[in-house]
């Protein structure tokens, strides 16, 4: 029997000795390259954490301690190891388990999370609430811990919340681990910094540096001679100054692989008071060769074969959004030299490879930091060039205020790119693109465009390039219907116009069409295809609206001045939305007869929208041609 299979709770892992956590770990991490080679999902960060979650769950006693995991695309083995081990093969799936902590899943699921540079904020406020409930106190006491990789730490929210940690809390039970799987250690270097941390965490050398301090406070050019002293040698060997600084006590590196190490520096941290900083050093993939050698490709995969690999597929794939982006940047930069690219470190997702590639001195990763990405875009569009930002729709809320405040509120020519709107699949609601109509277009100066298939999105971005001010082009994950591009595909689209994909067809044998219905639907986006094919079957006009703002008032008063039923169909929630942009927009208009049209407004509900695959979401929600052709014919029956 495997030891895994006897393992439901953290607490039965207090029970092992340290030879079998090591065997358990291994175990750990061929059950998760077995599991998401059958389900799909994050693989290389979570064969990197493997003994760090195994020493976290063994040190410190969860739940009741909090263990808080940054972006969470690494949890997989935290959820193994609190119970969920048999819920695996549900992952990512419709009404299975989460590919990031949820705390309505489990209890030791203290925070939810999935966007970057959170933990730290959150920790603090939970070692804050144990302060004032008292909960720092005594033997039981409650420890914090923030797992934060060296990706999400280049967030100017982890320094926010750094700097707030270190400032006079010396009496919080706070403990952040930098996951740093950008850097390997060799065995020497291993040894050394194992050596090190039991060293720098111990109670002896802890105790010896505060009796110092105090002793030496009374003789401050000593003290501070002292200090320095103390910072020069301990920074010959880490880096810790920049930590220190922030009022953090500094340990490590540390081998994250190597539980002889990383136990004892948990188990000494866990005895100290105030803000502590342990840097642990993992390697992405860890124990599966293939991922070690190309994480990004192992990054998040589909399901595959564990023994061959990642092949390439025989069948040809549609052309994705993201490649439709990628190929007109690549092609206007030929053209235009003041055009640059910014992405918020999602270069493969975004599809900027090849511009990286073709145009290195005009593309920019500013990493994960999307309020730079923004103010940056802003300080070059002052400067007359044209600055591109891809950026995903879930993370461009991120920079709301600088969308506003540093871009439209100057009436800034920078063109927003914004990818996998709408729903997004696996990743669920954390990553769901469905609020961006509502928070874009109530910004002055905004434009807001939505491509109904793929030459119409390459359009939209060469109007952008011809606008004034702000402009977005919002467009899915994934392919599209598979429209091929043509000479077209870089002519602009004239701002603020729809365009009438199928007119109603009135039999002229019928003597009185009058008692019909006339029908228009006013479809965006990735709505569009589906509508045409409900228009061709319950013979409705269906108009390609295009534009979300400048919504298209000409084209909208000829439809109500046509049409009794007007029907808004969007990939985006109904409040605040396109369709809401329609009727206020309708709202202004003076109807030339007294007879109102009546309207259905289609969209995602108010809630939040779980994980699954993107077909099964949307006929849940009624958005497929399905759900569309119900929901229009159950409206006109009652009428």
């Known amino acids: 029997m495997k030891l895994l299979d006897s393992i439901n709770s953290p607490s039965q892992l207090k029970n092992l000795n340290r030879h079998q956590l090591k065997k358990l770990s291994q175990e750990l991490r061929d059950f998760i390259l077995n599991s998401v080679s059958q389900t799909g999902g994050h693989l290389s960060s979570n064969l990197g954490t493997v003994e760090l979650t195994v020493a976290l769950h063994y040190v410190f006693e969860t739940p009741r301690d909090k263990v808080v995991w940054d972006v969470g695309h690494q949890s997989y083995a935290h959820k193994i190891l609190t119970g969920r081990k048999e819920m695996m093969s549900t992952l990512r799936k419709v009404d299975g388990l989460s590919g990031f902590p949820r705390r309505e899943e489990s209890e030791f ?60 809390n010396k009496d919080l039970d706070l403990l952040v681990i930098l996951n740093d799987n950008e850097m390997s250690i060799s065995p020497p270097v291993g040894a050394l910094s194992s050596y090190l941390a ?3 965490t111990g109670r002896i050398y802890s105790s010896a540096r505060e009796f110092s301090k105090q002793f030496l406070s009374v003789m401050p050019p000593v003290l501070e001679m002292a200090k320095k002293l103390e910072g020069g040698a301990k920074g010959l060997l880490t880096p810790s100054t920049l930590f220190e600084e922030f009022g953090f006590n500094y340990f490590g590196p540390v081998n994250g692989h190597d539980l002889d190490a990383i136990i004892p520096a948990l188990q000494n941290l866990r005895e100290l008071k105030g803000p502590q900083f342990l840097h642990i050093v993992t390697r992405k993939g860890k124990g599966y060769d293939r991922a070690e050698k190309d994480p990004i490709l192992y990054h998040g995969p589909g399901v595959f074969d564990p023994s061959a690999g990642i092949l390439p597929t025989k069948k040809p794939k549609k052309i994705t959004y993201s490649q439709i982006f990628g190929d007109w940047l690549c092609s206007v930069a030929s053209k ?33 930091a999307e309020q730079h990405a923004v103010t940056f875009a802003a300080g070059l569009a002052c400067e007359g060039l ?24 100057q009436k800034l020519h920078v063109i927003f790119a914004i990818d996998r709107a709408g729903l997004v699949g696996a990743d669920g609601a954390t990553h769901v693109g469905a609020y961006d109509f509502g928070y874009l277009r109530c910004i002055p100066n905004m434009t807001v465009m939505t491509p109904k298939d793929e030459l119409e999105c390459s359009r ?44 109603q067809i009135f039999d002229s044998e019928i003597a009185d069409n009058s ?22 079957v319950l013979n409705t006009s269906v108009i390609n609206m295009r534009f979300v703002k400048p919504i298209d008032s000409d084209m909208l008063r000829t439809v109500v001045e046509t049409h009794n039923v007007i029907v808004t169909v969007e990939e985006h929630v109904k409040m605040g939305g396109a369709g809401s942009a329609c009727l206020e927009a309708l709202s202004l208009i003076k109807y ?28 849940r929600e009624g ?10 014919e159950n409206f006109i029956r009652q009428l």
């Open 109 to 168: 699921d203290a925070f939810g999370t999935a966007h970057s540079s959170t933990s730290i904020s959150a920790v603090l406020g939970m070692a804050v609430a144990a302060k004032i409930t008292q909960e720092n106190i005594g033997n039981n006491r409650r420890r914090h811990i923030a797992v934060i990789g060296d990706g999400a730490m280049s967030a100017g929210m982890a320094f926010e919340a750094l700097n707030n940690a270190g400032n006079g």
């Open 198 to 200: 039991r060293l720098l």
């Open 336 to 368: 235009d030299s003041e055009i640059v690219g910014i992405t918020p470190a999602m270069r493969e997702g975004s599809g900027m490879l090849k511009f990286a590639n073709l145009f290195p001195d005009r593309y920019f990763d500013v990493g994960i």
């Open 386 to 409: 044209k600055p591109v930002v891809a950026i995903y729709s879930t993370f461009l809320q991120r920079a709301y205020d600088q969308l506003i405040h540093d871009v439209a509120l």
């Open 460 to 503: 939209m971005l060469s109007t952008a390039l011809e606008c004034k001010g702000p402009v977005a082009v919002r467009y899915p994950r994934g392919s599209g219907p598979g429209v091929p591009l043509d000479d077209s595909a870089l002519i602009p689209i004239k701002i603020g116009t729809a365009e009438k994909c199928r007119e």
């Open 515 to 536: 008692k019909h219905h006339k029908i228009a639907i006013l479809a965006f986006g990735s709505m569009v295809q589906p509508c045409i094919k409900v228009g061709d």
């Open 592 to 619: 030339k007869n007294d007879c109102e049209p009546k309207f259905l407004h289609l969209g995602l509900p108010d809630k939040n929208i779980d994980h699954g695959d993107c077909e099964t979401l949307l006929k």
């Open 623 to 632: 958005l497929d041609f399905l759900g569309i052709k119900l929901s229009i």
